[in-house]
């Protein structure tokens, strides 16, 4: 099949190219799919990634994150060495991207982290068809099915009108996840202002000049009163006197695992909102189907279930963890 990438000190090293994907360690040359922290490290001499991810890192880890940059737009290619590496939108969050390798007449596709359910705030997934497909499988079994967004942000909107007096409090990730609410509450018709922790407050500005209008966002600084307002604020803000200002905040919490309860539980959720930037089960097996690689990698999560749905289909399938040296050879 395709011998010539595999893990490598637990990144996927492309031999031809002398490269990484979304390496966890510092290294010479990264291909880099978003902006998400555990897929973009810093301490990279040279970075290959979109334009938005690029400047994503630099909001995060200063504009002289690497000593060479290489930005890509959707659909450019550029020559590593041997390889011709070209990028496509993914769907995930803004700037997100697929990583197309050719090398030697073969293709290989790492979709990064993906999704297929309409998102304005980022391009929508493109199929690319190629040999190896190698997928993530974060909600990898057959019991996630993310259900339709507008219904979550329904829900989020029909407690606010019950109680109008709180402050719908919004645990979201910073990167991607915050936009997208925004934009939901902006179809679903709520045209009041939305409250911003500090941590979300750049991202944001960054996602409006990449054109994905937010519509009326403000601070949620401690001189305004947020009683009966919608705040959007990152996990690492629960618990802190940021929090502990608010006066009774209703606990709203953002994510694809909140169809966990156990897991909504756990962080004191009130109102759990089902809404997840990773391909949910039934999405991963079109995904694949469409793709139609001759042999898929699967990473990032429950790969044994995805596997065996692969090899039911007749598609050969392996743990991409399984793919290269032992890693405690070095
Ligand atoms: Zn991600
Ligand atoms: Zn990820």
Not at 5 to 22: S, W
Not at 269 to 274: K, S
């Amino acid at each position: 099949m395709i011998d010539w990438a595999r893990i490598h000190k637990k990144g996927l090293f492309i031999e031809p190219a002398q490269a990484y994907i979304d390496p966890p360690f510092a290294s010479s040359c990264a291909l880099i799919t978003h902006g998400h922290a555990d897929h973009a490290r810093a301490g990279h001499k040279h970075v290959i990634a979109t334009t938005q991810t690029l400047d994503i890192m630099a909001l995060r880890y200063g504009a002289d994150f690497a000593e060479h940059k290489t930005a890509l737009d959707y659909g450019q290619s550029v020559q590593v060495r041997d390889v011709m590496v070209t990028m496509a939108p993914s769907g995930h969050v803004l700037g997100s991207a697929q990583i197309i390798l050719d090398y030697q007449g073969k293709r290989l596709v790492a979709a990064g982290d993906y999704k297929r359910k309409a998102d304005p705030t980022c391009a929508p997934f493109e199929v690319v068809q190629c040999d190896v497909f190698v997928t993530e499988a974060t909600f990898g079994l057959p019991v996630f099915r993310h259900p339709d967004p507008h219904q979550e942000i329904e829900k989020l909107l029909s407690v606010h009108r019950l109680f109008p007096e709180r402050t719908m409090l919004v645990g979201a990730y910073a990167l991607g996840k915050a936009q997208r609410i925004i934009t939901l509450l902006r179809e679903a018709g709520y045209n009041q202002p939305v409250y911003l922790h500090g941590a979300m407050q750049k991202l944001s500005l960054l996602y409006e000049k990449w054109g994905v209008s937010l519509g009326n966002w403000q601070a949620a600084t401690a001189d305004i009163s947020l009683a009966g307002k919608i705040v959007i604020a990152p996990p690492s803000a629960f618990g802190t006197s940021w929090m502990r200002r608010l006066h009774d905040p209703l606990i709203c919490f953002a994510s694809g695992w909140m169809q966990v309860r156990q897991r909504a539980k756990q962080r004191g959720v009130e109102l759990p909102l089902i809404l997840s930037d990773h391909a949910d089960w039934d999405d991963l097996l079109a995904t694949i189907e469409q793709v139609a690689p001759k042999q898929v990698w699967v990473t990032h999560g429950r790969e044994d279930a995805l596997i065996h749905a692969c090899e039911m289909r007749g598609i050969s399938a392996k743990a991409l963890s399984l793919i290269g040296y032992d890693e405690s050879e070095q």
